[in-house]
């Protein structure tokens, strides 16, 4: 019997570097999966999109299809489900996050920055109108302040308060009354491109931390966060 193929789908980006960085990706998981047929499509921006990628399967093939999206907003709640109406043996796997691997990213991410000398931390993440998903990514910050042994501020770059510039500028008064200190930002971001750029803007001077993605090699966690999503949804 042919294994289902992994279809994954990005948010989509107008970004070249943050295209590669998802591509990059995607090659990671077909190469864990060499018996698995793997695609990549996107819910927005970018083609193929949702319904051109299935069309290109066989009409019997079955489909796992994986969101590279890091909370379950509206694209994973909505947009997905919508766009697979009517479609046969096509199973959505849970959004990557909240996930310890994604932590472990964002830990990683961070290293450069000496985290274990700034006073203050600031996780940027994207921001929806589903509340959920914004409960995931305080999730996230949560999970990364255990993992610091430090208090972590959640900021939001869209759709969500506080904003990313309230919550550093919360941060560094909060530090300045301890005496005074560093504030970084770590990233929440899957990959470069406009929201990277905003979160930049935003903070205001403070050190941000690379996306999750970029013109490296995908971190091993994330690769093993996507064929896990595939191999649960058997």
């Given amino acids: 019997m042919t294994a289902p193929a992994l279809l994954a789908i990005s948010h989509g980006t107008a970004s070249s570097a943050g295209q590669a960085a998802v591509s990059a990706l995607v090659e990671a998981v077909a190469a864990r999966l060499p018996d698995v047929t793997v695609r990549l499509g996107h819910v927005d921006v970018q083609q193929p999109d949702v319904a051109a990628s299935l069309d290109a399967f066989p009409a019997d093939q079955p489909v796992v299809l994986v969101p590279l999206l890091l909370s379950a907003g509206y694209h994973v709640r909505v947009d997905l489900k919508e766009q697979t109406a009517g479609r046969d043996a096509i199973v959505i796997t849970p959004a990557l996050g909240p996930d310890p691997r994604l932590v472990d990213a964002l830990v990683e991410r961070l290293a450069p920055l000496h985290p274990e000398n700034a006073t203050g931390v600031v ?63 770590a990233n929440y971001l899957l990959a470069p491109g406009y929201f990277h750029d905003l979160a930049v803007t935003l903070a205001g001077g403070a050190p941000v931390a690379r996306p999750l993605l970029d013109d490296g090699a995908p971190a091993a966690s994330l690769v093993d966060l996507v064929v896990d999503r595939y191999r649960d949804a058997l």
């Fill in 123 to 185: 996780l940027a993440v994207a921001g929806s109108s589903d509340e959920r998903a914004n409960e995931d990514c305080r999730t996230i910050g949560a999970m990364l302040a255990a993992r610091l042994g430090a208090a972590v501020e959640v900021g939001f770059l869209a759709a969500a308060e506080p904003r990313v510039d309230a919550a550093v500028a919360r941060v560094r008064t909060r530090v300045a009354a301890n005496g005074g200190g560093s504030v970084i930002v």
